[in-house]
C-alpha cells in the first residue's frame, strides 16, 4: 500500500469536506492500525500507528496496561460476577487478559518510569503489504471516520449558526415539510415555521431564522422558520447599519407572520431618529424587508418607557385621545368616532399586535361609545384561525345586545 498517495487522497476528500488536516491524519492512522491488526495482529490487542505526513511512512506500536494483583478480579470476583451479572462490572478491576495487560514488574524491565494504569508502547515492525481483507477494513474505517468527522463540523457550524438569518435555496418540498440547500446541509422548515399563504418552489433562494440544531442517528437536523418573530429583527440588522451598530435598538417586535409586524424601536445616541433610521431614504430599507418576507407590511413605532405614549404610538396608524391606565395590566384608549376601526383592524388584528408589543391588554371606545374588547392578547401566539373565529363569535353578539336589551344583564 502507497501511504504516501493513499494518505493525500484522503486529504484532498477531506479539504473537500471541510475537515481539518489533522483529523484526516487520525482518520487514516486509525484506518492502518485496523489494517494492521488484521493481517499480523492478535484477538484483544490494542494496535496503535502513527503516520508521517511528510514520508508517509508509519510506525505501529502495541499497547498493554500496566496492572497490578489490586487491579485484577481474582478467581473468586470472577464466579461473583457470573452471579451478580452486570453490577460486578461497575467496579474498577479488569480481566487480565496478556494481550492486553503486563505486570507492573514485567513492564519495568522495558520501561522503569511506568506506573501502575499506564499505558506499555511495544514497538512493531512496519509491515508494507497488506491483504484484500485488511484493505478493505481500512476503507471501511476510512469511510465510517470521514462520515463522523463530517457530521461533526456540520453540527458545531450551524450549532454555532443558532438564531441567526441564513441564506438557503428552497430544495424540493415533501408533505408539510420544506426542504432547503443552506450549503453543507439540507435544512427543514416544518409547516408551523411557513408564512401562511407563502408558496415555496424549487430553485427559489430566501433568507431564513436557524431555529435549532439536534443530532440524530442520520446527521445534523437543522430547523428553519420565516414565521418565527425574530427573523424581522435579524432583517432590520442586516438592511439598518444604526441598528446592527447598536445606534438604534429595537426593543420588542410583534408579529403575525405574512399579515403584519409592529416593531417598537428607540435610539441609544442623540441627534439619531431611529423611525427614519429603520425606515430609509424613500422608504427604501423597509421596502427591502418587507419584499424579502412576500409583502408583509410593517409598522414602525417609536418605543417609550411611558405605558401610556407607548401604548399611543403602539396603536398607530390610528390617532388616540387619551389612554388610561386600569388594573392587571390593563390599559382603555379612547379614540376618535372615525378613528376606531383603524385602531382595531381587521379582525381586531392591530389591537392584538398593539397588546403584545406593549405588553398591555389594550381596550378601546369611542368618547360617547361603549368599550370594545379584542381577544386573543394573551401573550401566547394565537394562530390566525384560532383568531378569526374568536371575532367571528364576537360579531354576532354586538347584534343582539341592540335588539334585545335583557341580553346585556344576562351578560352583566
Given at each position: 500500500?502507497?501511504?504516501?498517495?493513499?494518505?493525500?487522497?484522503?486529504?484532498?476528500?477531506?479539504?473537500?469536506?471541510?475537515?481539518?488536516?489533522?483529523?484526516?491524519?487520525?482518520?487514516?492512522?486509525?484506518?492502518?492500525?485496523?489494517?494492521?491488526?488484521?493481517?499480523?495482529?492478535?484477538?484483544?490487542?490494542?494496535?496503535?500507528?502513527?503516520?508521517?505526513?511528510?514520508?508517509?511512512?508509519?510506525?505501529?506500536?502495541?499497547?498493554?496496561?500496566?496492572?497490578?494483583?489490586?487491579?485484577?478480579?481474582?478467581?473468586?470476583?470472577?464466579?461473583?460476577?457470573?452471579?451478580?451479572?452486570?453490577?460486578?462490572?461497575?467496579?474498577?478491576?479488569?480481566?487480565?487478559?496478556?494481550?492486553?495487560?503486563?505486570?507492573?514488574?514485567?513492564?519495568?524491565?522495558?520501561?522503569?518510569?511506568?506506573?501502575?494504569?499506564?499505558?506499555?508502547?511495544?514497538?512493531?515492525?512496519?509491515?508494507?503489504?497488506?491483504?484484500?481483507?485488511?484493505?478493505?477494513?481500512?476503507?471501511?474505517?476510512?469511510?465510517?471516520?470521514?462520515?463522523?468527522?463530517?457530521?461533526?463540523?456540520?453540527?458545531?457550524?450551524?450549532?454555532?449558526?443558532?438564531?441567526?438569518?441564513?441564506?438557503g435555496l428552497i430544495q424540493r418540498v415533501e408533505g408539510r415539510n420544506v426542504y432547503v440547500?443552506?450549503?453543507?446541509?439540507?435544512?427543514?422548515?416544518?409547516?408551523?415555521?411557513?408564512?401562511?399563504?407563502?408558496?415555496?418552489?424549487?430553485?427559489?433562494?430566501?433568507?431564513?431564522?436557524?431555529?435549532?440544531?439536534?443530532?440524530?442517528?442520520?446527521?445534523?437536523?437543522?430547523?428553519?422558520?420565516?414565521?418565527?418573530?425574530?427573523?424581522?429583527?435579524?432583517?432590520?440588522?442586516?438592511?439598518?447599519?444604526?441598528?446592527?451598530?447598536?445606534?438604534?435598538?429595537?426593543?420588542?417586535?410583534?408579529?403575525?407572520?405574512?399579515?403584519?409586524?409592529?416593531?417598537?424601536?428607540?435610539?441609544?445616541?442623540?441627534?439619531?431618529?431611529?423611525?427614519?433610521?429603520?425606515?430609509?431614504?424613500?422608504?427604501?430599507?423597509?421596502?427591502?424587508?418587507?419584499?424579502?418576507?412576500?409583502?408583509?407590511?410593517?409598522?414602525?413605532?417609536?418605543?417609550?418607557?411611558?405605558?401610556?405614549?407607548?401604548?399611543?404610538?403602539?396603536?398607530?396608524?390610528?390617532?388616540?385621545?387619551?389612554?388610561?391606565?386600569?388594573?392587571?395590566?390593563?390599559?382603555?384608549?379612547?379614540?376618535?368616532?372615525?378613528?376606531?376601526?383603524?385602531?382595531?383592524?381587521?379582525?381586531?388584528?392591530?389591537?392584538?399586535?398593539?397588546?403584545?408589543?406593549?405588553?398591555?391588554?389594550?381596550?378601546?371606545?369611542?368618547?360617547?361609545?361603549?368599550?370594545?374588547?379584542?381577544?386573543g392578547q394573551e401573550p401566547s401566539e394565537n394562530k390566525g384561525t384560532e383568531e378569526k373565529?374568536?371575532?367571528?363569535?364576537?360579531?354576532?353578539?354586538?347584534?343582539?345586545?341592540?335588539?334585545?336589551?335583557?341580553?346585556?344583564?344576562?351578560?352583566?
Amino acid at each position: 500500500m502507497d501511504l504516501k498517495n493513499f494518505a493525500s487522497a484522503i486529504s484532498q476528500i477531506a479539504e473537500e469536506k471541510g475537515i481539518s488536516r489533522e483529523k484526516v491524519f487520525e482518520v487514516i492512522e486509525t484506518a492502518i492500525a485496523a489494517a494492521y491488526k488484521k493481517d499480523y495482529g492478535e484477538k484483544g490487542q490494542i494496535i496503535k500507528a502513527k503516520l508521517n505526513p511528510e514520508t508517509g511512512q508509519a510506525d505501529f506500536w502495541q499497547e498493554k496496561l500496566a496492572v497490578i494483583e489490586d487491579m485484577i478480579y481474582s478467581d473468586e470476583e470472577l464466579e461473583k460476577i457470573k452471579e451478580k451479572g452486570e453490577e460486578a462490572k461497575k467496579e474498577e478491576k479488569v480481566r487480565f487478559n496478556p494481550e492486553k495487560h503486563i505486570m507492573l514488574e514485567e513492564a519495568k524491565k522495558e520501561d522503569k518510569k511506568i506506573k501502575a494504569g499506564d499505558y506499555l508502547k511495544i514497538p512493531l515492525d512496519a509491515e508494507e503489504n497488506y491483504g484484500r481483507i485488511a484493505a478493505q477494513t481500512a476503507k471501511q474505517v476510512i469511510l465510517q471516520k470521514i462520515r463522523e468527522a463530517e457530521r461533526e463540523v456540520v453540527l458545531d457550524e450551524y450549532k454555532s449558526k443558532e438564531g441567526e438569518l441564513i441564506s438557503g435555496l428552497i430544495q424540493r418540498v415533501e408533505g408539510r415539510n420544506v426542504y432547503v440547500d443552506i450549503g453543507k446541509t439540507l435544512g427543514i422548515m416544518p409547516k408551523e415555521e411557513q408564512i401562511r399563504g407563502e408558496f415555496y418552489r424549487p430553485g427559489q433562494r430566501l433568507k431564513f431564522y436557524l431555529l435549532k440544531v439536534e443530532d440524530s442517528s442520520k446527521g445534523p437536523v437543522v430547523f428553519l422558520s420565516r414565521a418565527y418573530p425574530k427573523i424581522v429583527t435579524k432583517l432590520f440588522e442586516l438592511e439598518v447599519p444604526e441598528i446592527s451598530q447598536g445606534a438604534v435598538e429595537i426593543k420588542s417586535i410583534a408579529r403575525e407572520a405574512g399579515s403584519r409586524s409592529k416593531v417598537a424601536v428607540v435610539s441609544n445616541e442623540e441627534g439619531i431618529d431611529p423611525i427614519g433610521s429603520a425606515v430609509g431614504q424613500r422608504g427604501t430599507r423597509v421596502m427591502t424587508i418587507i419584499n424579502e418576507l412576500g409583502g408583509e407590511k410593517i409598522d414602525i413605532i417609536e418605543y417609550s418607557d411611558d405605558p401610556e405614549e407607548f401604548i399611543t404610538n403602539a396603536l398607530s396608524p390610528a390617532k388616540v385621545l387619551e389612554v388610561k391606565i386600569e388594573e392587571k395590566n390593563k390599559a382603555l384608549c379612547i379614540v376618535p368616532e372615525d378613528q376606531l376601526s383603524l385602531a382595531i383592524g381587521k379582525e381586531g388584528q392591530n389591537v392584538r399586535l398593539a397588546a403584545k408589543l406593549t405588553g398591555w391588554k389594550i381596550d378601546v371606545k369611542a368618547p360617547d361609545g361603549e368599550k370594545i374588547e379584542i381577544e386573543g392578547q394573551e401573550p401566547s401566539e394565537n394562530k390566525g384561525t384560532e383568531e378569526k373565529e374568536e371575532t367571528k363569535k364576537k360579531k354576532p353578539e354586538k347584534k343582539k345586545e341592540k335588539k334585545k336589551t335583557p341580553k346585556k344583564k344576562h351578560k352583566k
